[in-house]
Nanobody, 127 residues
Framework: QVQLVESGGGSVQAGGSLRLSCAAS????????MGWFRQAPGAEREVVAN????????YYADSVKGRFTISRDNAKNTLYLQMNSLKPEDTAVYYC????????????????????WGQGTQVTVSS
């Protein structure tokens, strides 16, 4: 298992930016997937973006393409989500998650394949 701790959430006006961080500890694998998910009130948790730590293959949900960027600093064991041009519909609790299966290429978009989760961080975008 890997321990995940998110930070960087907050409140911002529409059009603003935030950067989320997710510090990982307790796992030394070199190729696995990490992702950002979000859950708005009354809605199901959904994938936002993910990245393979082995070859940096990324995936973005259509709703965030061109506005959000996922990245990973392997030396610091930290995952980031740079969120620009934020919209009120981006308001949600954002979760960091890890799928520790070892492979390269496209990561899964499905929640069930992610075995480790952070506690979540609130992002609120006002109009």
């Amino acid at each position: 298992q890997v321990q995940l701790v998110e930070s960087g959430g907050g409140s911002v006006q529409a059009g603003g930016s935030l950067r989320l961080s997710c510090a990982a500890s307790g796992y030394t694998g070199m190729r696995y997937c990490m992702g950002w998910f979000r859950q708005a009130p009354g809605a199901e948790r959904e994938v936002v973006a993910n990245i393979n730590t082995g070859d940096s293959t990324t995936y973005y949900a259509d709703s965030v393409k061109g506005r959000f960027t996922i990245s990973r600093d392997n030396a610091k064991n930290t995952l980031y989500l740079q969120m620009n041009s934020l919209k009120p519909e981006d308001t949600a609790v954002y979760y960091c998650a890890a799928d520790l299966r070892s492979f390269l290429g496209r990561c899964s978009r499905y929640l069930a394949t992610y075995s480790s989760w952070g506690q979540g961080t609130q992002v609120t975008v006002s109009s």
